[in-house]
């Protein structure tokens, strides 16, 4: 268990619908990542937030929106969504900012559309 | 950008045998840190081992290893002593040393499968 908590496990939704992920880190992580690992993309940077603060933008639609609050947990608000949008989305924290922390994911939100 | 690759899509090893996985990367940077990541089929994402590139020796952690060439970059990682519970997707994975975005950038993996 690495501590990262990721709400819900599995969610199915319907094309142009939208849908929120949520992310709460380890205690006192102060930096949050979002990855989306699809078939066709592989394993894929979305966004990073640090202590509230959009810090890195990755392969993000824009559809696609992501915020952190104050209490550090993190949502990604997915909308509009298409068949291709389907995918694995993990989330990822780690104490600060690069250097020689680590980021610990956690399990993961599987979403299928239909 | 930096970029990583692993070209082989599957490799197979029986049981308390060795294995190697091979990944390359690009870069033009020369400080940055390296991983390889192990998934499950329960898709939790689990690391396995951290190489530092400033470090000349190569790092270890009970039965794994990577061999660490950062002239030719490359970074491989030897499994020793297969166990059943080695079989996973493996992810080689890059990192920047500093800066504003210290995201992991991932190869497209590689899935181990351990023979009894």
């Known amino acids: 268990d690495s501590g990262v908590t990721q709400t819900p496990k599995h969610l199915i939704t319907a094309t142009g619908q939208r849908v929120t992920l949520r992310c709460s880190p380890r205690?006192?992580?102060?930096?949050v990542y979002w990855y989306q690992q699809s078939l066709d993309q592989g394993l894929q940077f979305l966004i990073q937030?640090?202590?509230?603060?959009?810090?890195a933008k990755g392969n993000i639609l824009e559809r696609f929106s992501a915020q952190q609050f104050p209490d550090l947990h993190s949502e990604l608000n997915l909308s509009s969504l298409e068949l291709g949008d389907s995918a694995l989305y993990f989330c990822?924290?780690?104490?600060?900012?690069?250097?020689?922390?680590?980021?610990?994911f956690g399990p993961g939100t599987r979403l299928t559309v239909t | 950008a930096q970029t990583v690759t692993q070209s082989q899509p599957e490799m197979s090893v029986q049981e308390a045998e060795t294995v190697t996985l091979s990944c390359t990367y690009d870069?033009?940077?020369?400080?940055?840190?390296l991983f390889w990541y192990k998934q499950p089929p329960s898709r939790q994402m689990i690391l396995v081992i951290r190489?530092?590139?400033?470090?000349?020796q190569n790092a270890t952690e009970n039965r794994f290893s990577v061999n660490f060439q950062k002239a030719a970059k490359s970074f491989s990682l030897k499994i020793s002593d297969s166990q059943l519970g080695d079989a996973a997707m493996y992810f080689c994975?890059?990192?920047?040393?500093?800066?504003?975005?210290?995201?992991?950038?991932f190869g497209k993996g590689i899935t181990l499968s351990v023979r009894p």
């Open positions: 994975a890059y990192r920047r040393w500093t800066g504003a975005n210290s995201k992991l950038t």
């Open positions: 870069t033009s940077e020369s400080d940055y840190y």
């Open positions: 990822a924290s780690s104490p600060r900012n690069g250097g020689a922390y680590e980021q610990y």
């Open positions: 190489q530092e590139a400033y470090k000349q």
């Open positions: 205690s006192g992580d102060l930096s």
């Open positions: 937030y640090y202590n509230g603060e959009e810090r």
